[in-house]
Nanobody
Framework: QVQLVESGGTLVQTGDSLRLSCAAS????????KGWFRQAPGKEREFVAA????????WYAESVKGRFTISRDNTKNTHDLQMSSLKPEDSAVYYC??????????????WGQGTQVTVSS
């Protein structure tokens, strides 16, 4: 059974940094892209960041570009999201994902359960 488990979500203050991690088990994704998405209350889930299988190519939503960094460790089957200069509008449940069905900003085959990030003003 394939599982993705996020960790690292918590309550922080505006301007703080936070690192989210996603650990995969049951399947190795060394040759598949991975991503992060988020969903705030009352809003649709939105793309945050993605990384190709090699870790060389990354994609970011405009709202997080320059503040967030996605990375991966294929030896550990993990991928992380380093977030800095956090804003209240970054508050959401963050989901990690692996193996896109089509484009890296769309649907994925595998999803985590989500981790809550709350940024207080």
């Amino acid at each position: 059974q394939v599982q993705l488990v996020e960790s690292g979500g918590t309550l922080v203050q505006t301007g703080d940094s936070l690192r989210l991690s996603c650990a995969a088990s049951g399947r190795r994704f060394y040759n598949r892209a991975k991503g992060w998405f988020r969903q705030a209350p009352g809003k649709e889930r939105e793309f945050v960041a993605a990384i190709d299988w090699s870790g060389v190519t990354t994609w970011y939503a405009e709202s997080v570009k320059g503040r967030f960094t996605i990375s991966r460790d294929n030896t550990k089957n993990t991928h992380d999201l380093q977030m800095s200069s956090l804003k209240p509008e970054d508050s959401a449940v963050y989901y990690c994902a692996a193996e896109p069905r089509s484009g890296v900003m769309g649907e994925y085959f595998y999803w985590g359960q989500g981790t809550q990030v709350t940024v207080s003003s």
